[in-house]
């Protein structure tokens, strides 16, 4: 094949930019979760209401279902909800009930919605849970997020 330098250098660009619109999606786990908590990287929970209230939250982490029971997401409106507590130029993690429905998730944010880096919860609650690790009551989280129109 003969390729002319410009050709070879737009092709190079369009690389470029393609690999720097993805995010890392990085997969954690618990104690690599406990860490970016400590660091302040928002932990976004984007369970059900029944299911926050069936186990509690992991404390501090940001209330915001994504699909409702019927598997039903609607990503624009919940991108906007998100939006004044994760940064699309920062760290964000995600957590669901078993890191199933995160693993979804954490594809829009990196692929269509521009996110930095965005870790998701491999084993979800269940594996928080299993660790042993702390868990709050999320009545207080869902009045506040009710309030505010953000869950």
Known sequence: MNFRPC????SACLLAISLAARADIIDIDNAELAKLLE???P??????QAEWEE???VAGSHLNTFFDPSGHSTPAAWLERIKPYAAANQPVAIICRS??????VSRFLSQEAGYAT???VKNG???WLADQRPLTPAAP????????RSC
């Open 125 to 127: 609650i269940k594996g």
């Open 118 to 120: 965005v870790y998701n």
């Open 99 to 104: 890191g199933n429905r995160t693993r979804a």
């Open 43 to 48: 932990l976004i929970d984007i369970r059900l």
């Open 55 to 57: 186990t509690g939250i």
């Open 141 to 148: 989280a869902i009045a506040a997020c009710r309030k505010d």
């Open 7 to 10: 050709q070879l250098l737009l």
């Open 39 to 41: 660091k302040g990287v």
